[in-house]
């Protein structure tokens, strides 16, 4: 019988969603430097949703080798447009650049998650949703910005689909679970599977 459920992140949201599905867990950041481990994979030309697959079961190795008891949960998300893989924009003008290039484009979210016991990978699974963005113009990106402030700098897209974000889009496909960054509904089911959680 597993002991110890354990989430590898500090995610706010995803913390939220484990507690929201009424899991018992414990939460610990994992110990890495994620763009070391991207680099050589981006370098390689390795796919988007490969990177964020290496990323959660990296993560998760790491949480599992201070906790070798536990199952430990580790996931990552992309963001894409095509083979460009976007990263958290640094100031107003990175996070205006962002927008315009997804301005009328639909790019893609992908979301991993693992699950490592005693340091070995145990499952894996990758999810994705497609986000199409309406045509913008630079004035409106310049007031939008405006509006939302810094918080367009924490998150990769310089969006917040939970807030103002969500007037920036015409079409998205995907679950809200994939879209917050980690796919619950097939990693339910994988705990049921474990006898992790109540079947």
């Known amino acids: 019988m597993i002991t110890k459920l ?69 996931s990552d998300q992309t963001m894409s447009l095509g083979d460009r893989v976007f990263h958290k924009p640094t100031d107003m003008a990175e996070a205006a650049n962002h927008l315009q290039t997804l301005s009328g484009a639909t790019h893609r979210l992908n979301s991993a998650v693992a699950i490592v016991r005693n340091g070995a990978v145990v499952w894996e699974h990758l999810a994705h949703a497609d986000l199409t963005m309406r045509p913008l113009t630079a004035d409106f990106i310049g007031r939008h910005l405006a509006r939302v402030g810094n918080k367009a700098l924490s998150s990769v897209g310089a969006y917040q689909l939970e807030g103002e974000g969500i007037q920036l889009f015409e079409k998205i496909e995907g679950d809200y679970f994939t879209i917050l960054g980690l796919p619950m509904l097939p990693l339910l089911e994988k705990l049921r599977d474990l006898g992790a959680i109540d079947g």
């Open 6 to 74: 354990i989430l590898a992140s500090s995610s706010q949201f995803r913390w939220m969603l484990m507690e929201n599905a009424g899991l018992s867990f414990e939460a610990h950041a994992a110990r890495i430097d994620e763009r070391a481990v991207e680099a050589p994979l981006e370098k390689a030309g390795a796919q988007p949703d490969a990177v964020a697959l290496v990323l959660a079961k990296a993560k998760a190795q790491e949480v599992s080798s201070r906790f070798p008891d536990g199952l430990v949960i580790g």
